[in-house]
Nanobody
Framework: QVQLVESGGGLVQAGGSLRLSCQASGLAFSSKCMGWFRQAPGKDREFVASMTWSGATTKYGDSVKGRFTISRDNAKNTLYLQMNSLKPEDTAVYYC????????????????????WGQGTQVTVSS
């Protein structure tokens, strides 16, 4: 079965950095668009970043552009999210997501575009 396991979350001060990882198994990772989403208490799930299967195309949510970088290592079946200049408003549970389809275009940015989800990792940014 498909498994997406996030790691790397934690508590960090404002201005600091974290790197999230998502280890994927049970799917053809190198054929999948992958994404990161986040959800803060009482808020809807928010798009953070996504990347096509080859890494050629990326998209970012407006609130993280210039601060976060999505990347992937298809040889390791792993997706990453480098988060710099963190702000208290970045506090949320961060989820890794994989497209259920292979080689989809255009690159999806909505939660409905992803069929597989990880359990999430908490990121807390203190002021």
């Amino acid at each position: 079965q498909v498994q997406l396991v996030e790691s790397g979350g934690g508590l960090v001060q404002a201005g600091g950095s974290l790197r999230l990882s998502c280890q994927a198994s049970g799917l053809a990772f190198s054929s999948k668009c992958m994404g990161w989403f986040r959800q803060a208490p009482g808020k809807d799930r928010e798009f953070v970043a996504s990347m096509t299967w080859s890494g050629a195309t990326t998209k970012y949510g407006d609130s993280v552009k210039g601060r976060f970088t999505i990347s992937r290592d298809n040889a390791k079946n792993t997706l990453y999210l480098q988060m710099n200049s963190l702000k208290p408003e970045d506090t949320a549970v961060y989820y890794c997501a994989a497209d259920a389809l292979d080689n989809r275009l255009p690159l999806p940015t909505l939660p409905v575009g992803y069929g597989y989800w990880g359990q999430g990792t908490q990121v807390t940014v203190s002021s």
